[in-house]
């Protein structure tokens, strides 16, 4: 019985490649997991705030700030909970660095929406109900538009970066131009804009 023909390098190179996508799908993660939650909380929750506040950011929508604010918690709750199933389910079985990293990051993300609640919350009865609305909502994007760049640069991940940069993008400009269009801004053009993303991500892998 002749012995089994050898692997040619070609094929090998072929196999080595292979086995390396699969590897780098698995580290990454779903991305349907990551944006798409976000996307739809961000969609919801700031679409309440906009019938709330519409283009002129004055209360006279048929949503009560109350409801509006209950909405944008309540999904981002949900949000959190699903792409944090997501995150479990990546790094299981990772040790060392990498491990190491995720720990860190994530660590991060509470450390930093934990401080933007203090610093809303101390300012909250300071400010016109607009401005304070106003206050949460950039800088409840200002956060994970940093976290986005900072991920993209540990993992070297540009989709993830420039997702960062667009978001903080979209919140400065909303800023500029008031709580109605900051709200109107943050549902289509992030809320809609993460799911899209997450679903082209998807397609890529």
Sequence with gaps: MADEQAPTPEEMMRLIEEQSAIAAKHLRGEPLLYYVPWGLAWLLGF???FLHYGLDGVPDGPVSLGQALAVLFAVQILAGA???FGMAKVSKGVRGESAAKG?????????????MWVICMHFTFKLPEA???????SGFLM???LLYM?????WTSWPMFFMGVWIAAV??????????????LAAVLLGGGQVAFGFWLRRRM
């Design 143 to 145: 956060v994970p538009a």
């Design 171 to 184: 919140d400065g400009v909303g800023v500029l131009l008031g709580i109605g269009w900051h709200t109107l």
């Design 47 to 49: 679409g309440a705030l």
């Design 82 to 84: 699903v792409t944090g």
């Design 150 to 154: 900072a991920g993209g640069a540990i």
């Design 131 to 137: 401005e304070a609305s106003l206050l949460w909502a």
């Design 103 to 115: 720990m860190m990051y994530g660590y991060t993300w509470f450390a930093g929406v934990a401080l």
